[in-house]
């Protein structure tokens, strides 16, 4: 064990004296985190904004409250709205110049008075994700709602709408209207005002906490990318160390190997804390996360980080020379970081590539991470990824025990 | 103690050590004299358990190196041909790296670091990082890491190459040193003046087998009292029936070189050059010398040790 710990304080020690990599492993994806928030806006609320494009051929009253859907609440937050015609709307949609077009037909509020079939279309940019689908889905909302309305006040709305329009009202038709307005909202009273809807508000109140804001959906992404770096950076170490007749010469010393790749795996556990912590620190004050989940941040990333590094090293000693060890983990960290959610959360990214990625040992690492640090899910989420991640150290240190020896020897 | 019974290594095909046996006893040192590729290091790698032997056994100090290894390994030290340090690291740490390797900690592994640095003359350059050193400074150094622990057996696989005469001879110094307190040392070199001085006993190795063994008065008497005569030149299919009738024993015999054993030879070298001169061509140069183990190891081999490999 004494040997295991002269290993540890000797490998950090060398680690710090090369700062260039250390601060590597903390600087990268911090940077590549810094742009992200600078891309996305200078808070952590910041949301992608949008152009709506809306070509309205109806201009009538219904048409145009359909419209104000998304100048109310978040969807105007996201969305910035242009009236073109359809020609306008086209150009600017092959130019790549908008995340939406919607078009209303012409007809549009006389055929939904009436009860009849009528048609919203809706042209999203390929090139776009997030927003597209939230227009989507908005609109999808809207129209739903309309149906009901639709069902409920067909005619009281189609008098409202002759009011609106010009045409002539009589006072008893006004007072009859408001009466059959009153009695179909008693007739639905019991469901609209049931307890449940209390429940509704409780999940606004959570939607406009930082919770749910980008940066701290890029906050665990940046901490794996850090650790990735690290743990292929200790892997390569045991080549380094090869290549100067370290692990040779250990062979033919009672301390030997195994005691070595403990102190080296020892040297990585600190390591792996330190990035927690400086990375924690930021998440602390820009994330406002508590204490508490920072030492819970901290302890998760050492299991993770030494998952990653076994699973490096077992690939290293796999290598035959220190260069295609070196090619090989580059070529698999890049493809991981981008699958495995640190790049991109997991939430912006295609279904198919979250497919994969969550099956990665990053991926799977991070998006257990994620359940309970961002979708808030309890503590104990995290026991079967934390007993997985165990089994897959003791595996893996096995593994490279065994391989070791002839490593050293070859 | 080392013992070394039977040892033989084969990789696929190739038999790279065959049968070899011999005892280095406390005290003494023990001299593996061969030509590069001979089967020297692998002889050591298999007393020190960097790799595992086909077949036989090493005893450290009665402990099997296979069976026994922590024991074995723990009275055991090796100097390895290549460098085995830390180049990024001081002089200090490696020994500290190393001394805990072997288990020593505290004040002991404090103490002992400050003897070795002594012993090799680096306790001045203690805190200065081993990229810094000169090649033979860093020889001194890898020395001192295997000593740290006072091992019983100390095996040494060609400690000198390329190092400076004063680092050479620190190492020498270090070695008798270490000869007198009792360790038993075996030493592997293609330098037949290091073999000399140093060793007690000597195996001389080709080809993966030990072909003569005895200390090296021993094996200088296998030659006689003869001079090594070396020819250079221009040389025609030289004939040897008349140069052994002068009772001359050719070693080895080209184109450029003749070298051969001759008794008296400052009586008996006119009468050979005349012999070479008139039957196989024009002499340029002429060098006599007495019989030492590299015209042993021609005479067994009939090659030299230098180009043998």
Redesign the interface.
Known sequence: M??AL??AK?SL??LF??KWQLLMFLTIPMLIGGLFFLITGSGGNAKPIGKLLVTDNDKSTLSKLLIGGFNQGPLAEMFILKEATSVEAQSLMDDGDASVWLEIEEGFSEKFLNKQPTKIKLVKNPGQNILPQIAETAVGVLTDGGHYIQVLFADELRQFNDLLNGKDVSDAQMAMMSIQIKKAIESIEKQLIPPQIKAVKVKEEKQTTNKSSFMLHMFPGILFMSLLFAAQGLALEFWK?KS???S?????????LVQYLNGKLLAGIVVFALIAVVIGLLGLFILKLSLSKIVIIIGWLMLSGLVLTNMMLFLCLLMPSEKSASIITSAMVFPLLMLGGSFFPFETMPKWMVAIGQYLPNGYLLQSFNQWLVKDNPLSALTVPALIAMAMIVLFWFLNRIKLPGFA?S | MIEVRGLSKIYGSFQAVNNVNFVAKAGEIFGLLGPNGAGKSTTINCI????SPTDGSVLINGHNITTDS?KA??S?G?V?Q????????SAY?NL???G????L?GNQLQERIQQVLNEVGLETRQKDAVNQFSGGMKRRLNFACAVLHKPAALLLDEPTVGIDPQSREHLMQAILKLKEQGTAVIYTTHYMEEAERLCDNLAIIDKGEIIATGTVDALRSQLGERDLITFQGQFQNPESSELESLGAEILEQSENEIRLLISDAPKNLSSVMKSIESQHGKISNVNLAQANLESLFIKLTGRALRDAA
């Open positions: 004494k040997f002269s290993v000797l020690r060398k004296a090369e160390d100067q007749g370290i040779s010469r250990l062979l033919s010393s009672p301390g030997g020897r | 020190s358990g960097l790799i922590v390994k723990q055991l090796l390895p290549e460098l085995a340090l830390y180049e990024d690291l740490e500290v790296f190393w805990s390797a072997y288990g900690s």
